[in-house]
């Protein structure tokens, strides 16, 4: 890891240099005496002066560094006009001499047709998302001035000392080349220190200060606006200290100041600092969620903010005293390394009863006094605490126990219900086996045709649950933890907790999904062993992105496949069906007939390049190679392994014989809709827009996916426990259909047999969040959510996180890096990225082969698709053209330069099969291990922000900041999962004409010290009238028609006035509860589209077949309807995202022609 930390540093330092400069290099020369040189050859090779300062020998100042220039007061800002300021970093190509190889390419043919691939199809996109508000520069003028304001306490004989050091100015070398004359830039550096006396700063109310320096030419003006503390303290001040660069001298380079900044500081005869937290606004003191964010963050106070630079200060970390402040226009922040490995970790093998005479139920209990230990600790400094904040602190501690008292009424209950204890056991196992089978590398298919059979690269092997790897078959305590806490709730429906919504909170990498992975296993085998006839759908487990979607089906597959395996084990306990999982998603991503499935698996057979929907390239259990096999064979042998039609459809076997599920019935895993509703799978994976769609025909027997016949009548136990992952991505205008549509779901989800009403049981999983509870009671109608691991007193701790520390001193370890680019110097956001992809590109190269692997795969996240594609030209020519530029500058050889030889894209826009693909590309190290090099440059949208697991990648650029916090917070995490060997390293480059990026730049410490701290909070309004006019009809026609008998399936005619009238009852108490406003506006939708219902005695429910004339009850929004169709039928969403209609608009001018056409 030494060596990794110290590379980071040097691409950091290598961006610095590119991006803010000096960068001195080469030979040294003496520049006092007059220099001359034979050739354009000796002239350009790198040279340094003779004191270590830099020369610029190919460009003048100004087009060299475009970050922390100061240039004179009221200089005009240049054309922003965005294409040319890209051109104009090739303009230094056109200007150099002719040793550079014009047809030199460091960009790859293959490169150049994967970036033609990509932007091909994102032409084809036509985004409606709205971007952020960017300025215009018209009437701007260049930056002259840079500033911090702080808060400051003045003892007496005290001064403030603002100090410069190291700045810079250039001017200008005359340099002979063969008898011509050139042009050198020499640097000189720029120091100066100026004081403000206590005594001037505290005289008045509100006091202005001015002093100026004349320096190497530049007049330097150093101002203090001075005004009183708003408690009113004595010889407290509020200052803000500006440099402005008030030069009034000809020449448009040498009168700037580069590489700006300054320090403050406050001297008194005690020496003692006096730097004090800045002020905070005012927040609601009565709001708990407020008082807990300022108890957790109490050590992490911002002392300063920016004004056009980033402010920084110096804490010292024994006394926690601040004696500086600093403003820099190169940020850096280091964010701590939180780890979930307390000490504490769990064996599964003695859990699932694999290991004689210890059935791990110490270990359980381990757990859980150790936490109460640390609940009762962290009670007794709650004294010790600020009175502001011991409040907070008792609530924190009131939660904490709550967990810890529900873990041993967990254990309790392991204990004494012997149905309960057998299922954990069972549970354990599975996911033992599951840990196995996941990580296994693909085993690669090969026909053989001397044996006229496929073989595969490694033989098959039964998982081992006793020879594991040593970082396998271990719970994280916080894992068994939140297992102890949810298994009763879970398992039993009429006790108080059923009803209480269990919210894991853990950063991006924890083990979340394992977690939720174990309850799901404890829940399906202790359905089976209560009654092992209760068949049908269990498990509810939803995303919001499709491609997640099918990622995380592949490793949940391996869990159905290790339970289904352990059932065959043990069928009497556990009956004689399968344990089984479906995914359940959109057509573009699965089939949704078996006629549809039929037709692609055809399509794959005879065309190398077609679509798989099937979703399955690998066996869940033994990791064979299933799908297409690109190679070409003998005439007659099937080229698609594991797929076989059978029965009508399309089932899925392992294809190696060898393996379990080759023989029997082969995996228990559906993709296509009509195989999901007649085999109700346990565990069913699928995107919350799928629900939208149960109003359609193409659901029409989703009802059985809940238990219900085609009577209408229950005849199975309905789906017991919904899982949500990523909480945060339901918000905003999808939240609030979500919610509405979650009343239905909910309701088709409550068993009402033998007078009782259980609800299903709901855990979600989030990497962010502020306002859970208000979130969750929105979209599930449920005021009792628990967090979970609950916070402790600060945010270094929470007993089953912490910030990770050596062990020897007790010091921070090393974390992740965020590096802040605001270059308005260089006018526009696309010269901004291609000077910092170069520099990060080129920065690896330097490094020896064996430690590239981390820095070589070069991420970027855009936050649209139109961001993405204005940087497709840029990777076509100017990142290449500007490496060349790097190249001269610094005299490398062509062999020391970086090639861009493989580009990827890593979009929502590319098809579900292909991620897998993608990610594997990814996965390639940078060693030549596999003959296959590794990935360049990989382009992403939102796509990464969750799932995309990838322990090799460090770097990453964010260009713009995203529009929440959360999103940066999920994206950012991509990179340096492997802290404690390979922190990472993200540069987030802001955009100069945004008013939003300029101050999350001015207050880059500040933010990102406090990152989950400043997640936004959601929003969720699921019974605004919006919404109910948008969508409240399509849950009236859900209900309908999957609780209605066999006559409302056919036809929603007459009107079926009790079930309309029951879900009416049924959504009144969840208005009440979640926005009582609304309940007359409620009325009044719900009567109007119950009075057109009657009025309109609709046949047809919705249109079948394109000559069907007669209006429908229901019609596809977004879709042309004639005006009497809008009028008498309803647009109904298939999708819970906007579905609104779109059409392009441009300015024509043809009307100027229509006089022309008239006079001819």
């Known amino acids: 890891m030494p060596e990794h930390i110290e590379n980071r540093e040097k691409i950091i330092q290598a961006l610095r240099e590119e991006l803010l400069g000096p960068s001195p290099q080469g030979k040294i020369i003496k520049c006092s005496d007059e220099i001359s040189f034979e050739s354009d050859k000796d002239f350009y090779q790198p040279w340094r002066q003779d004191n270590g300062e830099e020369i610029l020998q190919r460009d003048p100042p100004l087009v060299r560094y475009g970050v922390g220039v100061l240039h004179p007061i009221k200089t005009p800002a240049e054309n922003e006009d965005s294409q040319q300021n890209v051109a104009d970093t090739n303009i230094v190509l056109d200007n150099q001499p002719q040793e550079i190889e014009a047809n030199e390419e460091l960009i790859t043919e293959e490169a150049k047709q994967n970036l033609k691939d990509i932007e091909e199809k994102i032409l084809d996109i036509s985004e409606t998302e709205s971007d952020d508000f960017d300025l215009s520069t018209a009437n701007a003028s260049q930056p002259s001035s840079m500033g911090v304001s702080f808060l400051a306490e003045f003892p007496d004989g005290s001064v403030l000392v603002v100090k410069i050091t190291n700045c810079g100015c250039y001017r200008q070398k005359k340099v002979k080349v063969a008898g011509s004359e050139r042009t050198w830039w020499l640097r000189k550096s720029v120091n100066s220190t100026v004081e403000f006396t206590a005594e001037e700063l505290c005289s008045a109310k509100e006091k202005k200060l001015t002093k100026t320096e004349e320096i190497d030419g530049l007049k330097l003006s150093f101002e203090v606006f001075s005004r009183p503390d708003r408690k009113k303290r004595e010889g407290v001040r509020l200052l803000t200290v500006c440099l402005i660069n008030r030069t009034t001298a000809s020449g448009r380079h040498e009168n700037c100041l580069f590489q700006a900044g300054f320090a403050g500081t406050i001297i008194s005869p005690k020496g003692e600092a006096h730097i004090l937290p800045y002020p905070k606004p005012d927040f609601n003191s009565d709001y708990e969620e407020e008082q807990s964010l300022a108890l957790l963050y109490r050590e992490m106070e911002t002392y300063a903010v920016g004004h056009g630079c980033a402010a920084n200060w110096d804490k010292e970390a024994s006394t926690g005293k601040v004696k500086a402040v600093i403003a820099e226009c190169f940020p850096t922040f280091e964010t701590p390394s939180i780890t979930p490995d307390i000490g504490i970790e769990v064996p599964m093998a003695p859990l699932a009863g694999l290991i004689l005479d210890d059935d791990g139920f ?22 010790l605490l600020a009175k502001e904040y011991q409040d907070a602190a008792s609530l924190h501690m009131e939660e904490c126990t709550r967990a810890a008292q529900r873990m041993k009424n967990g254990l309790i209950y392991l204990q004494s219900d012997p149905q309960a204890k057998r299922a954990f056991q069972l549970a354990n196992y599975a996911i033992l086996l599951q840990q196995i089978c996941s990580n296994r590398d693909l085993r690669k298919a090969n026909y053989d045709t001397a044996v006229k059979r496929y073989t595969f690269s490694t033989t098959y092997q039964a998982p081992n649950p006793i020879q594991t790897d040593k970082n396998r078959g271990k719970w994280r305590a916080f894992q068994v933890a939140f297992l102890l806490m949810s298994i009763q709730s879970t398992a039993e429906g009429n006790i108080p907790e059923r009803n209480t919504v269990e919210l894991i909170w853990f950063p991006t990498g924890g083990g979340k999904t394992e977690a939720y992975l174990g309850l799901s296993a404890f829940a399906l085998f202790m359905r089976r062993l209560k009654n092992p006839d209760d068949l049908g759908v269990n498990i509810l487990m939803r995303y919001t992105l499709r491609l997640l979607t099918a990622q995380q089906f592949q490793r949940a597959s391996a869990l159905i496949c290790a339970m289904e395996h352990l059932r065959r084990q043990n069928e009497n306990e556990l009956g004689k069906e399968p344990f089984s ?80 599920f080759h023989k029997h019935n082969g995996l228990p895993v559906y993709v296509i809709d009509e195989d999901i509703y007649e085999n109700c799978p346990s565990l069913i994976i699928g995107t919350v827009d799928k629900f939208a769609l149960l109003a359609w025909s193409y659901a029409q027997k989703a009802r059985a996916l809940f238990g219900i016949g085609a009577d209408g009548e229950r005849v199975n136990s309905p789906p017991g426990l919904i899982i949500q992952d990523e909480l945060h991505l339901i918000s905003g205008p999808l939240g609030s259909v979500v919610g509405l549509y979650e009343t239905v779901i909910e309701e088709l989800c409550t068993d009402r047999r033998n007078g009782q009403e259980i609800k299903p049981k709901i855990v979600c999983s989030t990497a962010t969040i502020r306002r859970y509870a208000d979130q969750v009671k929105a979209l599930y109608g449920r005021e009792d959510v628990v967090l979970f691991p609950p916070p402790g007193l600060d945010a270094e701790d929470s007993f089953f996180s912490r910030y990770a520390r050596n062990s020897a001193d007790g010091t921070l370890q090393r974390g992740r890096v965020y590096v802040g680019i605001h270059a308005p110097g260089l006018r526009s956001l696309l010269s901004a990225e291609v000077r910092t992809a170069a520099a990060l590109l080129q920065a690896p190269v330097t490094l020896t082969p064996e430690e590239r692997d981390p820095w070589w795969t070069f991420l970027v996240f855009f936050n649209s698709l139109r961001e993405l594609g204005s940087t497709l030209s840029l990777l076509q020519s100017d990142i290449p053209g500007y490496l060349k530029v790097i190249r001269n500058r610094l005299g490398l050889d062509w062999q020391q330069m970086r090639y861009l030889s493989r580009i990827l894209e890593l979009t929502g826009r590319i098809r579900s099969d292909q991620v897998p693909e993608a990610i594997s590309k990814l996965e390639v190290k940078c060693d030549n291990s596999n003959n296959q090099p590794s990935i360049d440059v990989c382009l992403a949208s939102n796509i990464i922000e969750v799932g995309v697991d990838i322990d090799r990648l460090s770097l990453m650029a964010v260009v713009a900041q995203p529009k929440t916090t959360s999103q940066y917070i999920q994206v950012t995490g991509r990179v340096g999962r492997r802290w404690w060997e390979r922190p990472g390293l993200v540069v987030t480059i802001y955009s100069p004409t945004r008013p939003r990026d300029r101050s999350h730049f001015e207050k880059f410490r500040s933010y990102h010290q406090q990152l989950y701290a400043q997640v936004e909070p959601t929003s969720v309004t699921p019974f605004s009238p919006p919404v109910l006019d948008r969508a409240l009809h399509a849950i009236m026609t859900i209900y309908v028609r999957q609780t209605g008998d066999e006559q409302i399936i056919k036809t929603p005619e007459p009107y079926p006035e009790n079930i309309i009238e029951h879900l009416r009852e049924i959504l009144i108490p969840r208005i009440q509860l979640i926005d009582p406003d609304e309940v007359g506006n409620f009325h009044k939708v719900f009567n109007k589209r119950a009075s057109e219902w009657r009025r309109w005695q609709r046949t047809n429910w919705e249109r079948n077949g394109r000559d069907n004339t007669d209006i429908p009850l229901i019609r596809v929004a977004g879709e042309y309807a004639s005006r009497e169709w809008q009028r008498l039928s309803w647009a109904t969403p298939m999708s819970m995202r906007n579905v609104d209609a779109e059409c392009q608009v441009e300015i024509t001018n043809l009307y100027l022609n229509e006089g022309v056409e008239e006079d001819a």
Not at 367 to 379: F, L, P, R, T
Not at 611 to 638: D, H, T, V
């Open 362 to 383: 110490a270990a359980l209990s381990q757990v859980v006094n150790s936490y109460e230990e640390w609940i009762n600790q962290k009670k007794s400094e709650i004294s």
């Open 581 to 660: 999982i479906g995914i359940w998603v959109g057509r573009e991503t699965t089939p949704n007939t078996r006629k549809d499935a039929i037709s692609k698996f055809n399509r794959l057979q005879n065309d190398s390049s077609a679509e798989n929907p099937f979703l399955i390239s690998r066996c869940p259990w033994c990791a064979a190679q299933m799908g297409r096999y690109q190679e070409r064979l003998p005439k007659g042998i099937p080229n698609v392994l594991g797929y076989n039609l059978s029965r009508g459809t399309v089932i899925f076997k392992c294809p190696d014989n060898a393996c379990e």
